[in-house]
């Protein structure tokens, strides 16, 4: 069984930098006896410059550790950084602010405001704080997504693979210091979900940026530098360079100590 | 299925909270209405049902005037014994009762009520009738002494031992009040001077010999109706007429049901409003809920359930809702009326809540009211829920609604919208005003009918419009609460229809009102020639001794008197006409500039003489030198010469109809005893307006009934009694506007509950909890000023063809008033930012993770 990530010393972090960062994370729902724990005293380093997967079966608490990381939830113990600020404890307003000019967010479905069209939902971030977008950089990335056509199209004249592609445009767009994507091709068929796979990668590699991606998907998963596996509320392994092949068959291991653990009626140590 | 609808109803119940309000404020105005009236009749038919003596014998009276003359109408006191010698009467007494006469006190104050009410000087005569019993002091003995009524005495400050000066037409004379008398029962608000019966008639008529009514009290076993035959046979029914008890009392409360009549229309006016707005806002309410619940009721057709059900379903929801809000209507109705007696004790009518009078029809009312409101608002959405077709519970649908073509609303919003357009054409056109008021208000009806219909096609344009600035003001944020306003025209159209429908009122009253204003300013330049007008506020006459003192003060050249007189006329059309006709002074042409289409001031004012309108004269076959049959008041009549035709532009100026005038000798000679309405004074040569006015004043001092006016008082005056009827107006608009509110805050919660998905997105990629609430606020203020931007844009098209039938009544002038306009659309906006209060809060307190994940 491989190590716990949190036994791996710092020092073996990438030379430029960690982008957000966790110590003793813990999350509860409930409290006393009924108490449920999402997050188990995770601690966690999301290294810049990458594109780094979590994995986790339903319910292991991947999407939680994601919103926690992102300001969008509190936490019930721990401490959260993103960069050098510390994010828990910050204020509401605060963090609604850290949220809009320092991380980019695509969701599972739902992502674009059926109001506006898609230049107008690319830029909302910084609208909403009154910045002017960097053009060049606007120019680029919707060059690189493909969606100069687009531009003028309201959500509902576009596909879903497309609407996916104007929500990662939105999230580069402001060129946050951290990309949260929440089961991005979630919703999509398989082709389109590639492409968008594909363009996350593109944002790594060519624009620099560093994507932190909560799947389910062993193929998803395989776009990534890194994996992060959680289950029941800790991260349990970690996977460089991974390949769909490697990541299904640690998952299956899941589903294996899973049916152990119901079979036997005791809960297996991880 | 009706456990599906109940536990429908219980669930959204705090999204039917605001349409419940809706109901209970429409059931609650028209219950308060009628429990108010029956209350107020009860006690009243009870009031004059106990004062009303058996029979009562008065002069022949059938010119009641609107206009006061003064004048008292008399018998014999004499009469009082010939009565008595008839079989059956016990009693007989002369009365003596007169409301001409003003009380002051010390420092010529009047003690009257400011209502309007009057005040009553009668003979202190203890019967069992009386409505009043001495509560401290004693009887007023001889001409110096008198008693006041206990809630005058209050309200004034007079106590026993003080000095009022009675006004009154024989002449003044001073009393010392030496009792005062409370009433047994509802004191309707008049202020009772009570003076010995011995000098009663002589100070207030003239004449120890004159009574203005004789009571008469029957035997045992004397019906009032048979004594009543038999009084009749011996004094003769020519000169008087005679009521039993509950004749008079019938006549009594008559008199006072004008009054109480304008109070119950203008509650069922506000009653009419609620219904009309909250009738809106139930519409949207159900069309918005069934919306939202497409995939459910598809579900329930899946299941099984045919579309008769599912649309009983609908609309037993709505019965729910209707029951529930009158219900509780009905119990607010009982509070306003409570609240509506204690004002009126406040303006001195004496009424007592605790005998609140609840006939069955009120209740049932209510129900009807409540009921059917809401069933009729819910019918249609209900027709559409069981339209949703099995496969909606499979789909997932856009909202239904929202897609739906708009065609047919197009096709009967124009034609409806045509046909009022040419109804206002035509009235616009119209020469008799009888048509043009009824096509006026045709074409209100249908104008108003085709906005509310396309209403939701006006929704993108108009709105395009009073939003595209708010792009570039307000960001990303103003784009989005625009677009948002746009995304369910049919919502918005509905939404902002119930503000349109009270500002569309409010629009067209104050076009009107202004007019009329303008008009009466045109007409007081063009007629008045007087450097002063003296006049009561009310245009009540008052006594002669005012007229003498005016003509005696220093510097008073010209003094012109105007009196009226209740006239009948008999016209050679074959119609008798009751009007009231004014006499004036032959010096007229100095105070007034009367212009003639035959005829002058001169021929007019001649003894024999009268003059008329010309339209008038035109209508009923009048022509110069046509003799007519004028009868007065207490049967006398005369043959007069029509010798001038008036041509004041359409207006008689005086709004009586015909504008019939003569010499004021004719008015003295055929209404003795009657006071003077209006003087018109000029100064001499020598004296500046400023120093008339001064001595005016000072001359005018005891006299605290009337005023000293030039022109731009005079203007003012007419402008404040035009003002009361605009107050009514922004009254109905405050009731509009409040039930309109309650809309918008209704559609906004329910829009934000629908886009929990969209604000939680919003939120999660940086939305501040301020951003989203002026998102709201700015949704919300668009709407409402849409609302009121077709509300006054209809208002202004009304009150622009209203004034025209104004016109045909001699009101040429058009006046819109602009600020007033301006002021209505600010004032929407921020209506809209009051209705956005709440469901901002509401939705800035989403939690982010909650809302994303919302289905």
């Known amino acids: 069984m491989s190590t716990p990530v949190a036994e791996h010393p710092p020092d073996e972090v990438p030379a430029d930098g960690i982008a957000a960062r966790a110590r003793g994370l813990t999350k509860a729902y409930g409290s006393g006896e009924t108490a449920v724990l999402a997050l188990d005293a995770v601690d966690v380093e999301i290294a810049r410059g990458r594109f780094t997967a979590v994995m986790g079966p339903s319910g292991s608490g991947k999407s939680t550790l994601m919103h926690c990381l992102a300001g969008l939830d509190t936490v019930s113990a721990g401490q959260v950084w993103l960069g050098d600020t510390e994010i828990t404890g910050l204020k509401e307003r605060e963090l609604t602010r850290l949220r809009r000019d320092r991380i980019g967010f695509m969701f599972q479905s739902f992502n674009l405001i059926p109001t506006l069209n898609a230049a107008e939902n690319i830029t909302l971030p910084m609208d909403i704080a009154g910045k002017k977008p960097d053009e060049k950089w606007l120019d680029q990335v919707i060059d690189t997504l493909g969606l100069r056509g687009r531009l003028k199209h309201r959500p509902a004249q576009l596909s879903g693979g497309q609407q996916q592609r104007v929500a990662c445009a939105r999230a580069l767009a402001s060129r946050p210091e951290l990309i949260f994507a929440d089961e991005p091709t979630g919703n999509l068929d398989s082709r389109a979900g590639l492409e968008v796979l594909g363009f996350l990668r593109d944002a790594v590699d060519e624009l620099g940026q560093t994507v932190v991606m909560v799947t389910h998907d062993p193929g998803a998963a395989a776009h990534s530098d890194l994996v992060l596996f959680l289950a029941d509320g800790r991260i349990v392994d970690r996977m460089e360079r991974p390949t769909a092949q490697a990541v299904l068959e640690r998952m299956k291991r899941f589903d294996v100590t899973r049916t152990q653990a119901d079979g036997d009626g005791a809960a297996e140590e991880v | ?855």
């Open chain 2, 1 to 855: 299925m009706l456990k599906a609808t109940l536990r429908s109803f219980l669930a959204h119940k705090g999204r039917l909270l605001l349409s419940a309000l809706a109901v209970l404020l429409s059931v609650a105005f028209v219950a308060g209405s009628l429990i108010f009236s029956d209350t107020v009749s009860r006690t009243f038919d009870r009031l004059f049902a106990s004062t009303a003596a058996d029979v009562t014998v008065e002069p022949k009276d059938d010119l009641k005037s609107s206009v006061p003359t003064g004048a008292v109408q008399t018998v014999p006191a004499a009469l009082a014994q010939q009565v008595a010698h008839v079989d059956g009467v016990v009693e007989t007494h002369a009365d003596v009762s007169v409301e001409n006469i003003v009380v002051v006190d010390s420092h010529n104050k009047s003690v009257g009520p400011t209502t309007g009410a009057p005040t009553i000087a009668t003979d202190w005569y203890v019967t069992d009738r009386s409505p009043v019993k001495l509560t401290s002091g004693h009887a007023p003995r001889g001409a110096g002494e008198a008693l006041l009524d206990a809630d005058t005495a209050d309200k004034k400050q007079v106590r026993i031992g003080d000095t009022l000066t009675v006004q009154a037409q024989p002449g003044t004379f001073p009393v010392k009040v030496v009792g005062i008398a409370t009433f047994t029962t509802t004191n309707p608000g008049a202020a009772l001077v009570f003076l010995d019966p011995a000098v009663a008639a002589e100070k207030l008529l003239g004449s120890a010999g004159k009574a203005t009514s004789i009571s008469v009290d029957a035997a045992k076993g004397v019906t009032d109706a048979a004594l009543k035959h038999r009084v009749g046979a011996a004094v003769g029914t020519g000169a008087y007429d005679l009521r039993t008890a509950d004749e008079q009392a019938k006549s009594d409360a008559a008199d006072l049901g004008g009054f109480l009549d304008v109070i119950k229309y203008v509650m069922l006016g506000f009653a009419g409003i609620a219904v009309l707005v909250g009738i809106f806002l139930i519409v949207n309410t159900f069309s918005m809920l069934i919306a939202q619940r497409t995939r459910e009721l598809g579900l329930l057709r899946a299941l099984g359930a045919d579309r008769r059900q599912v649309r009983r379903s609908v609309l037993t929801e709505a019965v729910l809702l209707g029951v529930v809000g009158s219900t509780l209507g009905l119990a607010a109705g009982i509070g306003l009326a409570f609240g509506l007696i204690r004002l009126m004790s406040a303006f001195g009518m004496n009424l007592k809540a605790t005998e609140m009078v609840i006939g069955w029809p009120t209740p049932v009312a209510a129900y009807v009211v409540g009921v059917g409101v809401t069933f009729v608002a819910a019918y249609l959405p209900a027709r559409r829920a069981a339209t949703v077709s099995p496969m909606a519970a499979l789909a997932d649908a856009e909202i239904a609604g929202v897609g739906r073509p708009l065609r047919m609303r197009a096709i009967v919003g124009s034609v409806v919208g045509l046909a009022g357009a040419a109804a206002l054409a035509g009235c616009a056109a119209a020469t008799k005003t009888a048509s043009a008021a009824s096509l006026l208000g045709l074409g209100v009806v249908l104008t108003l009918v085709a906005t509310v219909i396309a209403g939701p096609l006006l929704v993108r344009p108009v709105i395009r419009v009073l939003g595209g600035a708010f792009p570039a003001l307000f960001g990303s944020i103003g784009r989005m609460s625009q677009r948002n306003a746009l995304r369910n025209p049919r919502r918005t159209g509905a939404t902002a229809a119930a503000l349109m429908v009270g500002l569309a009122l409010v629009g067209g009253m104050s076009v009107a009102s202004a007019s009329m204003s303008k008009s009466f300013d045109q007409q007081i330049d063009k007629t008045l020639g007087a450097d002063y007008v003296i006049q009561n506020s009310n245009f009540q006459p008052f006594t002669q001794e005012i007229t003498d003192k005016v003509r005696g003060t220093d510097g008073v050249g010209l003094v012109v008197r105007q009196r009226f007189a209740p006239v009948a006329v008999r016209l050679p059309d074959g119609k008798r006409i009751k009007t009231t006709a004014a006499g004036y002074d032959a010096r007229l042409d100095d105070v007034a500039h009367v212009t003639y289409a035959g005829g002058d001031t001169a021929a007019a004012l001649a003894d024999g003489a009268l003059g008329m309108d010309v339209d008038f004269a035109k209508d009923h076959h009048v022509r110069l030198g046509s003799t007519i049959p004028v009868e007065f008041q207490g049967g006398r009549s005369a043959e007069m010469n029509v010798t001038a035709l008036t041509d004041q532009g359409g207006g008689d100026g005086f709004g009586m109809q015909g504008g019939l005038f003569f010499g004021i000798a004719t008015v003295e000679k055929y209404v003795p005893g009657g006071q003077d309405s209006s003087l018109y004074v000029n100064k001499t040569a020598g004296t500046t307006a400023d120093q008339l006015r001064t001595r005016l004043e000072k001359t005018l001092d005891p006299y605290p009934q009337v005023q000293v006016r030039d022109q731009a008082d005079y203007k003012k005056l007419v402008h404040d009694q035009i003002a009361v009827l605009l107050y009514l107006v922004y009254a109905l608009l405050g009731l509009a506007i409040v039930i309109a509110v309650l809309g918008v805050v209704n559609t906004l919660a329910l829009s934000v509950v629908e886009r929990t998905r969209e604000i939680g997105l919003l939120r999660a990629i940086g939305l501040a909890r301020r951003q989203l609430r002026r998102m709201i606020r700015l949704e919300s203020v668009v709407i409402a000023v849409f609302g009121a931007v077709l509300g006054l844009a209809l208002g202004l098209v009304w009150g622009v063809c209203t004034q025209q039938v104004l016109a045909l009544q001699g009101m040429s002038a058009l006046a819109i008033p602009w600020s007033t306009i301006v002021a209505v659309v600010v004032g929407s906006a921020v209506v809209g930012i009051v209705a956005a209060l709440l469901p901002a809060l509401r939705a800035s307190r989403m939690n982010v993770l909650a809302a994303i994940a919302h289905e």
